[in-house]
């Protein structure tokens, strides 16, 4: 009997992972390539660093395209620009030989990763944010509207307040912390207004979002107004999850899974703390727990669910017991 093979591609704005399983639960390959956001690189940088992905993540496994039984292919900003749907929904066809592929827009990666495919909502704070849930077959999504006017609670946003707080602190608006002195010493100021050629010559969402990191730091050093800044984050990344509740009519005391995924949460109790506290005053149902899977794990898990095979209990448990190698191969 032929195994069979289910694909997951994760896409994002800093990088794109692909993991292939079988139906067993078992790992056949992993991979990571640079990013898929087709608004940066255009429709054929997306194709290129789509075809080289999957020609990297086949080569690992020996296989071919046809070897893959069904595939899901989680895109940053599918579904979001109605003239290039046609354009990214047709992308796979060639590359994989055969029309078994569904895309979608990435945030099914993280819900399907988070709760293993199972009814709850996931809330994505990477370099954007935006929250995606399910529900007796019925889905819906609030924010993710970008990073000019949306993505409250990312990464972006979060180390945008973060700026705007260093501005205030070295005009006097704001007594100077902690955080003045961790930007000067990252970013090697030499003096503050320096800042302003660091940050709009070298303007991209991957490199304004990693100064998030120096406002957890700021924070965890003691600073109390970036300590307010992920408090202000957590709210609004509790909002969306509240959103996606209410979209999709749980009663009122009905349990809400909800679980989480991007690099904002790597900050650990600083935003999961207030998280938890911000979902409680929205409602009482929120069940926060720890995500099960990475999000490219979780397109590989949607992949046999859209084929009408999904993974049985062993093979979830089987994938589970195979997490630390899919970190690994995505590593290399």
């Given at each position: 009997?032929?195994?069979?093979?289910?694909?997951?591609?994760?896409?994002?704005?800093?990088?794109?992972?692909?993991?292939?399983?079988?139906?067993?639960?078992?790992?056949?390959?992993?991979?990571?390539?640079?990013?898929?956001?087709?608004?940066?690189?255009?429709?054929?940088?997306?194709?290129?660093?789509?075809?080289?992905?999957?020609?990297?993540?086949?080569?690992?496994?020996?296989?071919?395209?046809?070897?893959?039984?069904?595939?899901?292919?989680?895109?940053?900003?599918?579904?979001?620009?109605?003239?290039?749907?046609?354009?990214?929904?047709?992308?796979?066809?060639?590359?994989?030989?055969?029309?078994?592929?569904?895309?979608?827009?990435?945030?099914?990666?993280?819900?399907?990763?988070?709760?293993?495919?199972?009814?709850?909502?996931?809330?994505?704070?990477?370099?954007?944010?935006?929250?995606?849930?399910e529900r007796r077959g019925k889905a819906a999504r609030a924010g993710g509207w970008g990073e000019l006017f949306g993505d409250e609670g990312s990464a972006y946003w979060?180390?945008?307040?973060?700026?705007?707080?260093?501005?205030?602190?070295?005009?006097?608006?704001?007594?100077?912390?902690?955080?003045?002195?961790?930007?000067?010493?990252?970013?090697?100021?030499?003096?503050?207004?320096?800042?302003?050629?660091?940050?709009?010559?070298?303007?991209?969402?991957?490199?304004?979002?990693?100064?998030?990191?120096?406002?957890?730091?700021?924070?965890?050093?003691?600073?109390?107004?970036?300590?307010?800044?992920?408090?202000?984050?957590?709210?609004?990344?509790?909002?969306?999850?509240?959103?996606?509740?209410?979209?999709?009519?749980?009663?009122?005391?009905?349990?809400?899974?909800?679980?989480?995924?991007?690099?904002?949460?790597?900050?650990?109790?600083?935003?999961?703390?207030p998280f938890q506290r911000h979902l409680e005053t929205q409602s009482q149902s929120f069940q926060l727990q720890a995500p099960m899977f990475v999000p490219s794990a979780?397109?590989?898990?949607?992949?046999?669910?859209?084929?009408?095979?999904?993974?049985?209990?062993?093979?979830?448990?089987?994938?589970?017991?195979?997490?630390?190698?899919?970190?690994?191969?995505?590593?290399?």
């Open positions: 009997m032929s195994r069979t093979f289910f694909l997951g591609v994760d896409g994002g704005g800093t990088k794109t992972q692909y993991v292939l399983i079988d139906r067993d639960g078992n790992l056949a390959a992993a991979h990571e390539g640079p990013a898929s956001y087709h608004l940066e690189i255009g429709i054929d940088g997306l194709r290129r660093v789509l075809a080289d992905g999957l020609m990297a993540l086949f080569g690992k496994a020996a296989i071919d395209g046809n070897a893959v039984s069904h595939a899901f292919f989680g895109l940053p900003a599918y579904g979001e620009d109605s003239a290039a749907q046609l354009l990214l929904d047709a992308l796979p066809e060639p590359l994989l030989g055969h029309r078994r592929y569904q895309c979608g827009n990435d945030m099914v990666c993280a819900w399907a990763g988070s709760l293993g495919g199972e009814d709850g909502i996931n809330v994505v704070a990477g370099t954007g944010s935006i929250g995606y849930g979060i180390a945008v307040q973060g700026l705007n707080l260093f501005t205030r602190m070295s005009d006097g608006r704001l007594p100077k912390g902690p955080l003045h002195a961790v930007f000067r010493e990252a970013l090697g100021l030499a003096v503050d207004l320096d800042l302003c050629a660091q940050v709009m010559n070298a303007h991209d969402r991957g490199n304004i979002a990693a100064m998030s990191q120096l406002v957890a730091r700021a924070a965890q050093d003691g600073d109390r107004a970036a300590l307010r800044i992920f408090d202000d984050a957590a709210r609004e990344l509790a909002a969306i999850a509240d959103a996606v509740r209410r979209t999709l009519q749980f009663a009122p005391n009905e349990p809400v899974p909800v679980s989480y995924s991007g690099g904002v949460f790597n900050a650990g109790e600083l935003i999961l703390g979780g397109a590989a898990i949607h992949a046999a669910r859209l084929a009408g095979q999904p993974l049985s209990v062993h093979a979830m448990q089987r994938l589970r017991e195979t997490s630390g190698a899919i970190a690994a191969g995505l590593r290399r």
